[in-house]
């Protein structure tokens, strides 16, 4: 199972709470539609200083389910939408080891 993990730091016009309320209830609207998604969590920071807004993880079969589900017409909005409500966006494709 392939994992992206995806750091996202708000737009500056867009305050920690705004920017919460749409990772949370909003952008969640295009991760329903992605084809192949199997899995999808956010988790958003504790405060305004931090980093990083939230830590977006989105679980595919393998790379291809991943290529095709972003390159397809919802991934495309799915980019957008993130593109419009963020300053800094970072992925890592990753091979999760649980341990505990």
Do not use: C
């Amino acid at each position: 199972m392939l994992k992206v993990v995806s750091l996202l730091k708000r737009a500056e016009n867009i305050s920690h709470e705004e920017f919460a309320k749409w990772v949370v209830e909003e952008h969640i609207e295009f991760a329903k539609k992605l084809p192949g998604l199997r899995k999808y969590t956010v988790s958003v920071s504790n405060g305004e200083d931090a980093p990083y807004d939230s830590v977006n993880e989105l679980y595919f079969d393998d790379e291809d389910a991943r290529v095709a589900a972003f390159g397809s017409e919802h991934g495309k909005a799915a980019a957008a939408d993130a593109a419009a409500h963020t300053a800094q966006r970072v992925h890592l494709l990753t091979t999760e080891h649980a341990q505990l």
